[in-house]
């Protein structure tokens, strides 16, 4: 009979301790079943490089040989592209979803301002739900939004209209079918009190490693954060970060992208991954270099699949 190394241990602790009733062993990292880890790797649309227009964004993107994107739910400015829902009628969002159906799993970043509070505004619950509508339409699955200081886990009386708002947007995300990643730099605890089948969480590996709030902290290592979050790990936000500098070339700065791409594959993550540099400081040569570490990082784990 061919016993598993941790059937094996079990057993041999059975046996040691003489009873039927072993001592649970801890698990280590290495004796986790192994499992591979596809790259769905994409761009955050912003800008790339000089100013382009959003459809010659994706154009880049496509052609840099990436499968999937994101885009911003908002307008842009001076300096970046994005697109505005409510500039949008039935026509041009067959448009839109024609232009990205070539690549899987997109996301749309939520405006900077409707995000998630301690006590989140009626108005931009209304955005949001619009957004997620705008999102269907245009065959995204999975909408970001950002969450600013969610009230504390322990403080019962401030949690009122953040369960509210949760529960609201999670109703509104299993109608249109898009899930929504929340980010977050702390209270990643809130999803699973209690766990919303449409609500997990974008996280943003790079935002994770502030010098003066490392956010895994609670879990010592990124790929414990990873392993904590597991099927409530929706999407991915990728960029590097030197404790200070964040938004900068994958490879360049302080994340441990072996732990994270390991800890990834470790709960068989299968959603995209989505890079997002800053243009003034990764040029599109960087962004082609930072998939090129990201796929070279996966065959020398050998984590392909
Ligand atoms: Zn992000």
């Not at 154009?59 to 500039?87: K, T």
């Amino acid at each position: 009979m061919l016993l598993s190394r941790r059937a094996f241990l079990a057993s041999a602790a059975a046996t040691a301790s003489g009873s039927r009733f072993a001592v649970p062993l801890r698990v280590s990292v290495a004796d986790e079943p192994r499992r591979g880890l596809p790259l769905t790797l994409g761009v955050m649309i912003w800008r790339i490089g000089d100013l382009l227009e959003f459809d010659e964004q994706v154009a880049w993107v496509g052609g840099a040989g990436f499968e999937s994107l994101g885009f911003h739910a908002a307008r842009g400015g001076r300096n970046w592209r994005g697109i505005e829902p409510a500039d949008t009628d039935a026509a041009e969002r067959r448009r839109i979803r024609k232009l990205i159906a070539p690549f899987s799993q997109c996301e749309i970043h939520a405006p900077f301002d409707a995000q998630l509070s301690a006590n989140t505004p009626e108005k931009v619950l209304l955005r949001l739900e619009r957004v997620l509508q705008f999102a269907s339409d245009v065959g995204v699955s999975v909408v970001t939004v950002h969450a600013d200081h969610p009230p504390p886990l322990d403080d019962n009386a401030a949690t009122g209209n953040w369960h509210q708002a949760l529960d609201r947007l999670d109703k509104a995300a299993e109608k249109t079918k898009v899930r929504i990643g929340i980010e977050f730099y702390s209270g990643f605890e809130w999803l699973r009190k209690p766990r919303r089948d449409w609500v997990g969480a974008t996280l943003d590996v790079g935002h994770m490693y502030f010098d003066h709030m490392p956010g895994y902290r609670p879990w010592n290592t990124i790929g414990g954060q990873i392993r904590y979050l597991d099927d409530l790990l929706f999407h991915l936000h990728l960029h590097d970060n030197t404790g200070t500098v964040d938004h900068i070339e994958i490879g360049t700065g302080k994340v441990d992208w072996d732990d994270t791409l390991q800890g990834l594959a470790g709960i068989g993550y299968r959603g995209s991954m989505i890079l997002e540099p800053n243009p003034d400081r990764v040029a599109p040569e960087g962004i082609r270099r930072s998939a090129a570490f990201l796929r070279q990082r996966v065959r020398e784990l050998d984590l392909n699949v």
